[in-house]
């Protein structure tokens, strides 16, 4: 079974730049989850998607950071403008449904310069 | 405010040395707690997942377990190969949403 696929793997932008990330997760799977993992710390969740409805996004900086989720499968997170401290590892996971095991991508790490 | 706290935040053992990490946690309602291994630049690998108190979880030198406010993860006779960050997280039950506790780095040396 493929696992969840997210790119790129890296990416260095200039503050006020924007930047945008992308996730294919794992086939069948209708619950996609956006984090922020800062070094040293666990994840925190952004944004959770049930097929391509919003189900949580209290802790996404709206003001900067945008997530959509077209037709139930891939999704992309997007910020603008970046900031210094949205310097992090972004993660994309996926689950077949709530209270299921979430299987995680391998992220992207992200440098603001 | 629900909270997860993991300890230690490092743990160095010999190969062989078993012990013990914690995971404590204060959530209005627990729908599950889940215990992950992450290496050095890839993503959570998920583990076990304990729904219960009293509930235990076997997988190879790990075993987990619940009580009504926190868990252990038990590492028996551990390789080299068990190296890496242990993520505890629970979920709650009215938004389903995962709170991650910060993590136990171990180090397990030959």
């Known amino acids: 079974e493929a696992g969840v696929a997210q790119s790129p793997r890296y990416k260095i932008i200039e503050k006020r730049q924007s930047v945008a990330f992308w996730c294919n997760p794992i086939?069948?799977?209708?619950?996609l989850y956006w984090y922020q993992q800062i070094l040293g710390q666990g994840p925190k969740l952004l944004i959770q998607?049930?097929?391509?409805?919003?189900?949580?996004d209290s802790q996404l900086p709206k003001d900067r950071f945008s997530a959509e989720r077209l037709k139930g499968v891939d999704s992309t997170l997007k910020i603008q403008p970046a900031k210094l401290e949205d310097s992090a590892v972004y993660l994309c996971?996926?689950?077949?449904?709530?209270?299921?095991?979430?299987?995680f991508g391998d992220g992207t790490r992200l440098s603001i310069l | 405010e629900d909270q997860v706290t993991q300890s230690p935040e490092a743990l160095r053992l010999q190969e062989g040395e078993s012990s013990s990490l914690n995971c404590s946690y204060t959530?209005?309602?627990?729908?599950?707690l889940f215990w992950y291994r992450q290496d050095p630049g890839k993503g959570p690998e998920f583990l076990f997942t304990?729904?219960?108190a009293g509930e235990e979880k076997e997988k190879e030198r790990l075993k987990a377990t619940l009580t009504k406010k926190e868990s252990f993860l038990h590492i028996t006779a551990p390789k080299p190969e068990d190296s890496a960050t242990y993520l505890c997280?629970?979920?709650?039950?009215?938004?389903?949403?995962?709170?991650f506790g910060q993590g136990t780095t171990l180090q397990v040396k030959p």
């Open positions: 998607f049930q097929n391509n409805g919003v189900v949580d």
């Open positions: 086939s069948g799977h209708a619950t």
């Open positions: 959530v209005s309602g627990l729908r599950g």
């Open positions: 304990l729904y219960s």
């Open positions: 996971a996926s689950s077949l449904g709530l209270g299921q095991p979430q299987h």
């Open positions: 997280a629970v979920q709650e039950d009215n938004t389903g949403k995962l709170i």
